[in-house]
């Protein structure tokens, strides 16, 4: 968290925009292992990572967003990026930019614009977040949840707790103002733990 806030403000000293910025801080925490963003973020049913991000600024007055990306090193660049093309308004044709961008046109989208990705599903899961996936499809599959109610409510509960964390933690965020006071606000998750593939979260 320290390192995320140092990074965004030695961008603002250097005049970096609010949104810039918060991609900045965000980047950080994405990158970070240990939070549910990013490398390390809950797997979903199937096993895989499929992440959520989204910025907004006071000026100009505009949003962008990716959701259910896997191939996308970082979803907030991405989203930084749709946020920027959306703000220039429709181009010499009369076509209108994305504002919000989903699953594989949004991976195409930040290749196409020069955003990192990777196509390895692998790279954004770590052995932690593999750990608990396995732990957690373990107790979704285990035969003992056809018994009795009264049989396994003692594990159903400690189980349940574990996965109400995820739930519960699932999003990073940072908000910035920069030298000009514009505000901006981003937010990056990797969804709660056995997701549904494709699901977007509240981020």
Request: proline residues 4%.
């Amino acid at each position: 968290m320290k390192q995320a806030c140092i990074a965004a403000m030695e961008r603002l000293k250097q005049g970096a925009t609010a949104n810039d910025a918060v991609e900045v801080a965000i980047k950080v925490l994405e990158d970070a292992s240990v939070t549910n963003a990013g490398i390390g973020s809950n797997l979903n049913r199937v096993g895989l990572v499929e992440c959520d991000a989204a910025i907004m600024c006071s000026k100009p007055d505009a949003f962008g967003a990716v959701g259910s990306v896997s191939a996308i090193c970082n979803p907030i660049e991405a989203a930084n990026a749709v946020l920027k093309s959306y703000a220039k308004g429709p181009n010499r044709h009369g076509l209108v930019p994305p504002m919000f961008l989903v699953g594989e046109g949004a991976d195409k989208w930040a290749r196409d614009h020069g955003i990192c990705t990777n196509m390895d599903s692998r790279h954004k899961i770590t052995e932690a977040a593999l750990r608990k996936y396995e732990q957690y499809m373990d107790f979704v599959t285990s035969p003992a949840l056809d018994k009795e109610p009264e049989t396994t409510v003692g594990n159903a509960s400690e189980n349940t707790n574990a996965l109400d964390e995820d739930v519960l933690l699932d999003t990073v965020g940072a908000v910035c103002i920069d030298m000009d006071k514009v505000i901006a606000a981003g937010v990056s998750s990797g969804g709660i733990a056995l997701k549904h593939p494709g699901r977007i979260g509240e981020s």
